[in-house]
Nanobody, 121 residues
């Protein structure tokens, strides 16, 4: 069983940056694809970014492409989301997720509890 704990959320002004971290424990972290999702108030959860097990391939939602960067540190069992040029529309609870079978935007098996990101205009 994989446990995921997010950190790094907070409040930032539009145009600013934040870096989210996700610490993983249990399971075989190195073999999982990892993803970030977000859910704004009153909206469905949406895919943000994903990275494959070897960190050789990434995948982004169009809404964050060019602004967000996903990365992972396999020895540290961690995955990160660097968020630049933040917009008020990026305000949401951000979730880290792990997927046993390959890089994708859906079908994740394990989820963290989420961290709030608030971007003010």
């Amino acid at each position: 069983q994989v446990q995921l704990v997010e950190s790094g959320g907070g409040w930032v002004q539009a145009g600013g940056s934040l870096r989210l971290s996700c610490a993983a424990s249990g399971g075989t972290f190195a073999s999982y694809a990892m993803g970030w999702f977000r859910q704004a108030s009153g909206k469905v959860r949406e895919f943000v970014a994903a990275i494959n097990w070897s960190a050789t391939s990434t995948y982004y939602a169009d809404s964050v492409k060019g602004r967000f960067t996903i990365s992972r540190d396999i020895p540290k069992n961690a995955v990160y989301l660097q968020m630049n040029s933040l917009k008020p529309a990026d305000t949401a609870v951000y979730y880290c997720a792990a997927r046993r079978m390959g890089l994708a935007a859906q079908g994740y098996d394990y989820w963290g509890q989420g961290t709030q990101v608030t971007v003010s205009s």
